[in-house]
């Protein structure tokens, strides 16, 4: 690993090629200012990342022919370029995209930037808050260039060789911090709901924001809860700290919190930073189904933008215009279906857009995508209730549905469920 400045370490990057950055709270934003820097020399540099925190300066329109920006998952900071055609959006598997970058993968990559902590006495950095694609991209780029915070909290479960860093820049500084999103009353009724349905010892999966903040603090009163997930944030800590989340009934990794990375408040840092008690390891790891599966009671909690009368549930769309990605949901909802005891569940409210919008349709919007299939789902929670969809026919799907969308727009719902002929009562003509 060699210091340099900052200026050498972009001069890192040439014309045409592809260049990895390290995402959420570990995103390099010195290292990527640098590059920017350098925008009048580059040309058809292709920028591959999962969701990033703060500014993203290359999808700016001046940018066009110097940076294109493919996103494998959609952050807010790139979403109107993704949806105006200045950048491209990679539908895939969280599980999946470190194999992207492996020999034979269809995204290898000439220069990984990643965010680490200093070397330890033995030779190994951390890669701190963001483990999850990163540690393939380092492995299998052909140049790596690191930015090196002793800021950055040092998690377990994993080491990244100082000796596979080419390229090494000092930046002592503070890591983005999320607030933490208040529940509202939609979502403390879905907490409710959903902490019915978790049993005592069961390992959790959830991502971040109000709803999952919601179902975590109804969890108070249960008893040696586990957690194997994707992402760790703050609301988390209140259960870790009762001792409502001990691990010690996990079937894998007992008494250890396992994650693929973490994004919050400085106190989700400090927490992270030297615990044996979490490891953060790479998403081809946590997210693979084969390994959610051996969790049992493993309780799998994904959101969704749409669910159809059907069981069809629209993620990463609203209608043709790309909104997130697939991330983790299927590998979760999969992993968490072959698990003992698991319990796969879709939670989302009842309706959108100040509730003019009912999240349960008849039907898809023109042009939404399903990320998970109506083959694939099992527990849908709105509001107003939780139905379990697995094994149910159509008709029984359709009317378990509208018993659990809004009452404003239930009358409605059936009305279209029997026109398109899934209530039993008439043919669609």
């Keep these: 690993m060699q210091f340099v400045t900052l200026e050498r370490a972009a001069n890192e990057v040439r014309s045409g090629h592809r260049v990895y950055i390290h995402g959420g709270a570990a995103t390099p934003h010195a290292l990527i200012a640098a ?55 990679t539908p895939i598997f969280l599980s999946e995209i470190p194999g992207l970058f492996a020999p034979g993968g269809a995204l290898p990559l000439d220069v990984a930037f990643v965010h ?64 933490v999103a208040a529940p509202t009353p939609e979502a403390e009724a879905i907490g409710h709901h959903v902490a019915k349905l978790v049993p005592d010892g069961a390992t959790l999966q959830m991502g971040i924001g109000a709803i999952p903040n919601a179902i975590l603090a109804s969890l108070r009163g249960h008893r040696d809860l586990g957690v194997h997930t994707e992402m760790f944030t703050d609301g ?42 979490v490891e953060l390891r790479p998403v081809d790891y946590t997210n693979h189904v084969a390994v959610i599966a051996r969790n049992d009671r493993m309780c799998a909690i994904n959101a969704a933008l749409t669910v159809d009368l059907t069981g069809q549930v629209v993620a990463d769309s609203i209608g043709p215009r790309f909104y997130s990605g697939i991330g983790g949901q299927v590998d979760f909802i999969r992993g968490a279906a072959q698990s003992e005891g698991g319990i796969p569940v879709i939670a989302l409210p009842s309706t959108a857009k100040g509730g003019t919008v009912s999240r349960i349709a008849p039907e898809l919007p023109t042009g939404g995508g399903v990320v998970t299939t109506r083959g694939d789902v099992h527990w849908v929670v709105t509001e107003f209730g939780a139905r379990n969809l697995h094994g149910r026919t159509i008709r029984e799907r359709a009317r378990m549905l509208i018993e659990i969308a809004h009452p404003r727009f239930q009358a409605e719902l059936e009305e279209a469920a029997d026109q398109l002929g899934y209530l039993g009562r008439r043919f669609v003509s």
């Excluded at 963001?130 to 790596?144: E, G, I």
């Excluded at 090196?148 to 909290?153: F, G």
């Design 236 to 277: 988390l800590l209140p259960l870790v700290k009762a001792g409502v989340i001990n691990g010690a009934r996990k079937s894998l990794h007992p008494g250890v919190i396992v994650s693929a990375f973490a994004m919050g408040s400085p106190d989700v840092y400090r927490f992270l930073d030297r615990n044996p008690a």
């Design 35 to 89: 590059l920017m820097q350098r925008k009048d020399e580059l040309a058809r540099v292709e920028l591959v990342h999962m969701h990033t925190d703060g500014d993203a300066p290359y999808v700016a329109p001046e940018m066009a022919g110097h940076f294109r920006h493919n996103a494998l998952f959609i952050g807010p900071n790139v979403r109107d370029a993704v949806c105006d055609g200045r950048a491209d959006y």
């Design 116 to 179: 680490v902590t200093p070397p330890d006495q033995d030779g190994n950095c951390s890669l701190g808050v963001s483990v999850d694609c990163a540690l393939a991209a380092a492995r299998h780029a052909k140049v790596v260039v690191a930015q090196v915070n002793p800021q950055m909290p040092r998690t377990g479960g994993h080491v990244l060789p100082a000796a596979w860093i080419d390229f090494a820049v000092v930046v002592d500084a503070p890591l983005p911090t999320h607030p």
